[in-house]
């Protein structure tokens, strides 16, 4: 049946209101609208002590004039909430290493605590002085191409943490020479899985992706196809790698069907090897 040209701009029209309906909502509600994701991740070769073992994690908070400090301070209150075992911050504090928003950012951070530490790595918009420091200021260890060996119910376990521009094997592998395990890897940049399985690392924590901000019925999320996963979990070899939605946003201050999150992982051991992906 032919489509006159009235139909067809009547057609137009109201697919460009929809999406105008969908832009306002994404800009005055859903980012705004900060979830808790409760996850549990399968981690091969997990001691039996670390099994049920909570890490809460916050990540992209991008705190800048379209991200304000509430936003932030009701992530951390979520996540305290959650009385998550460990605390890992991922990156992007603030938006283009805007120095304005460093103490604002860290302050709304700063309640937060957790049995076992709170540790923290930079993203590709954080710069490496004023952002380390006022992370370190509220008592959060801050990993800039370091590890941390703690204990955990009885077992070692290494905290490895690296810049967003670290990304040759021999350089990551260099953090990981001695480690006991399991070993617990933060990199911003998901892209990193593949280093990390090479490494066999057992477990990698990422953001950067933002789920894809904008995710589309039956297209998905454009912005997030370059990594191996917008959010959630995918398994390479014995490495799982979780990936987290974030709290903030960039470029354009609007999320849709992809709410802001705190996000909880409960580890659990592997109990068969093969792969498997599942989104959050």
């Known amino acids: 049946m032919a489509i006159t040209r009235r139909a067809f701009l ?6 460009g209101i929809g999406l105008a309906g969908a832009g306002v909502y994404g800009f005055a509600y859903e980012r705004h609208r900060i979830t808790v994701t409760r996850t549990t991740v399968e981690v091969g070769a997990l001691p039996a002590a670390l099994d049920g073992l909570r890490i ?8 800048s004039a379209f991200v304000p400090q ?8 979520l996540l305290m909430a959650e009385h998550p075992d460990l605390v890992a911050l991922l990156g992007d504090y603030v938006t283009w290493g805007d120095r304005r928003y460093v103490n604002g950012c860290a302050e709304a951070l700063a309640p937060l ?5 709170v540790f923290a790595i930079l993203g590709n918009n954080d710069d490496e002085r004023a952002m380390p420091r006022a992370l370190a200021a509220r008592g959060f260890e801050v990993l800039l191409d370091e590890r941390a060996d703690i204990r955990v119910r009885g077992e070692s376990v290494a905290i490895a943490g690296i810049r967003y521009w670290t990304k040759k094997p021999s350089d ?4 990981l020479v001695g480690t006991p395990r399991p070993t ?6 998901p892209r990193r899985l593949t280093e990390a399985a090479d490494l066999g690392v057992p477990l990698l924590l ?3 992706t933002h789920g894809g901000q904008i995710v589309l019925p039956l297209i998905g999320a454009l912005a997030a196809r370059k990594y191996p996963i917008a959010a959630g979990t995918v398994r390479r070899a014995n490495t799982t790698l979780f990936v987290s939605r974030g709290v903030g946003t960039v470029f354009v201050p609007v999320r849709l069907n992809c709410p802001p999150e705190a996000a909880v992982i409960t580890l659990r051991a592997r109990q068969a090897p093969g792969s498997s992906v599942a989104g959050s």
């Open 10 to 15: 009547r057609t137009g029209l109201a697919g």
């Open 56 to 63: 809460g994690i916050l990540t992209d908070l991008h705190h």
């Open 70 to 77: 509430q936003d932030i301070e009701d992530a951390t209150r």
């Open 113 to 117: 605590s957790a049995p076992h530490g």
């Open 172 to 175: 990551i592998h260099r953090l």
């Open 184 to 189: 617990i890897l933060l990199a911003h940049d």
């Open 206 to 208: 990422s953001g950067h």
